[in-house]
């Protein structure tokens, strides 16, 4: 009796359950599903009810993904969820589609998509990196309610075609974001066909020109004779990643027909046959050409450049650094990927940044990322920080010792940022002598070196804290352990003592603080 009793209260719940729901907007609802996790929360709760689970297709199915190998009418998405599918992502390999089994055409995938009213979104990932048949591409590009397209492979597929295809076989789509993020050191060859005739063949349409706001490529893929011939009066974000090329003209060349930047990032690893990254020639007079930039990142920055005298007022973001790092130039294994690259880092001297820093005068900025090699004009160039960019929030800054050097004038460094009087978080590498190799914990001693490292980075963090204003709530050091990097956040505690402020490690500031 009890047990038939449990059962009709369960039935009364549920029941009540969905009366509720059904008082609340659809849209409402459909809200609320979003927060629910996918497989722990939206999918157990639309096995409830039928009317349940009816209210919760639209966002359950929102999100799809498919196996690239297995895209054939038993595998593929049923017809009846179409209508809900919005991003769908292909997984896994597509192989060379020579099998004995009924796969879809590139006609069949493009008409189950176009039945798909509400898809915008695609991504590709693949796992080995053998890339996507030509006409498969072809197929989702020209997808006409495409709108973003993303990748974080290689889209070189190893069939061979009749032809380099010069054109898309019909009207690309009016694509707002392309995205293809590959892995910094993949060995050579880095340009390869299959990734640069897909964007080649999408920026030569007219409506691509207009439409696109987000670009992030490789730079070896980069379009650069389309940026100089075209308008791209929509694009906002333009991010390029990779190797230099040997020879390139100022950057300003490829980039002064996109008015409306606001996020211009060149993190381009230096080739031994060019120099360093400029934008304008000594002698520009011109205006600054993206008056509406507000994040700028320039890895190898050549202190000469007129382009910095002209930071326009909407730049909240500034980074000044090496890419990739400095550091990874001197340790194994990470060196052995550069130098099979062949790039180098000819990274500014304290002088040369402060000779950069020098033509800067930025008080909206509120973030700076600056990288260098000390000498005489170190103290020098942290004091110039302050005068030209005086409402900082954030400043990271990777410093290194000279060959020899040991002495780091770690109080100076605090006395000359103590004019931030708006700084809460300083980012900090120090370079010092008791830095433990990344691999030492492999070795018998690596916890006892990272043990007296900690220790010395903690006295760093006292000295700085007595010598920097208030609102410095936190000085974060990095820490290379292994494989990983992270970032050690010393949170900053003042009190009304004579002892000054003191601290402690703190790492649910991560968190708080969102250490990037």
Known sequence: MEGAQEDLLQMYDSYEAVVLLDYLNEDVLRHIYTFLPAKEGLKPLSLTCKPIRESCKPVLFSRSKVKSEELTSKHFIHPSLWPFVQTLTFNGEWGDFTYPIPRFTPAILAQAMLGMPLLSRVFIKSFRGNGVPWPYIDAIL???????????????????????????????????????????????PRYRSGDMEPLSCLVREPQVQQSLESLIIPIESAPFADFVTSAWPRLRVLSLRGGRLNSMPPYLRYFSRMPAL??????????????????????????????????????????????????PSSLRCLALRCWPRHYVHFEWPDRLYVQTLGWGSPILAASEMLRLVARCCSPHLRELDIEYT???????LLRRIP???????????????????DYIPIREIGESLAPLSRLEVLYLHLDLKSTPHPLAPYNDHGSEEFLRFEASLLESASIIARAT???????????????????????????????????????ALRNELDLI
């Open 469 to 507: 204003s208030p609102p410095l709530k936190a000085i974060c050091f990095l820490k290379r352990y292994t494989y990983l990097n992270e970032w050690l956040p010393f949170r900053i505690v003042r009190t009304d003592t004579n002892e000054g402020p003191h601290g402690y490690w703190d790492l």
């Open 374 to 380: 000390e000498d005489s004009g170190e103290i020098d």
């Open 262 to 311: 606001r996020e211009l990032k060149l993190n381009v690893a230096h080739s031994p046959a060019a120099g360093r990254a400029a934008f304008c020639p000594i002698d520009w007079t011109g205006p600054f050409p993206w008056p509406e930039l507000r994040t700028w990142t320039v890895s190898f920055p050549d202190p000469d450049d007129p382009i910095y005298s002209l930071i």
């Open 387 to 405: 005068l030209a960019f005086p409402n900082l929030n954030r400043l990271m800054i990777h410093r290194y010792r000279q060959r020899g050097a």
């Open 142 to 188: 020209t997808l006409p309610q495409l709108r973003f397209f993303e990748t974080p492979t290689t889209l070189h597929h190893h069939a061979k075609r009749g032809s380099t295809p010069d054109t898309l076989s019909s009207s690309a789509a009016p694509l707002t974001s392309y995205q293809q993020r590959l892995y910094d050191y993949r060995k050579p």
